[in-house]
């Protein structure tokens, strides 16, 4: 009698265990479920952004058919963004290489890194070594929110813009488009700004030849001079 007491007190303590915390006593088995799935929305991941949603779901399949790929692992999809800034001012001011790293954390939402120069030139009183620019390296969720942010609200405020050079690929479906001017992103403010100066922005791409990257790139959005 007392091991069968023993053994039926323990099952209920296991019952009483395996109940959520949340749900109260004479709560509906809707409301427990309901209150589950409000603390998966709130305690989830972040969702994913725009443009990636938008390749998994419908670019990547009308890449297929339109370069006639037999396989999915075929179609070509952007790896990383790479933006790199230089200054030759750097040389004689420092300072100002200090806030052009600042500037480009800004837009890229990630730390930047100082690039030095690999050879000395007497001519420009450059040594190899020196600080002379800056560079970041974007993948992943971050690589998409910048492309989203790049096509949608940058490139617009570029005046009298009549779209990218879509010859400027490598031949290897990687392709690079110069900014002459940082204040066309929101995120810097045109009072505080302490040098006008240019940018290069690089896209990687798995993609085989210039014209997969190039339908790539179209499909995501860039828009190439006609």
Do not use: C
Not at 20 to 27: E, I, L, Q, R, T
Not at 151 to 172: Q, V
Request: cysteine-free; overall charge positive; hydrophobic content about 35%.
């Amino acid at each position: 009698m007392e091991d069968s007491k023993k053994s039926s007190g323990t099952a209920k303590g296991k019952q009483a265990a395996s109940k959520p915390k949340s749900a109260k006593k004479g709560s509906t088995a809707k409301e427990v479920k309901e209150s589950s799935k409000d603390s998966s929305v709130t305690t989830g991941s972040a969702p994913l952004p725009r443009l990636k949603k938008k390749y998994s779901e419908e670019i990547r399949n009308e890449l297929i058919k339109e370069l006639s790929l037999k396989n999915v692992m075929e179609a070509p999809r952007l790896t990383k963004i790479t933006i790199n800034v230089g200054l030759g001012e750097a040389v004689s001011n420092p300072k100002l290489l200090d806030s052009a790293v600042k500037e480009l954390e800004l837009i890229s939402g990630q730390k930047a890194v100082k690039t030095k120069a690999r050879k000395s030139i007497a001519g420009f009183k450059l040594r190899e070594g020196m600080p002379i620019g800056s560079m970041v390296t974007l993948r992943g969720n971050k690589m998409w929110e910048f492309l989203d942010r790049f096509i949608s609200i940058a490139l617009p405020r570029i005046r009298d813009f009549k779209g990218l050079n879509e010859k400027a690929f490598d031949g290897r479906g990687n392709f690079t488009t110069g900014i002459k001017e940082q204040i066309i992103f929101p995120e810097i403010k045109y009072d505080e700004v302490s040098l006008f100066h240019g940018m290069d922005v690089t896209f990687s791409t798995t993609a085989r030849t210039d014209d997969e990257g190039r339908a790539l790139l179209k499909h995501l959005g860039i828009p190439f001079r006609k």
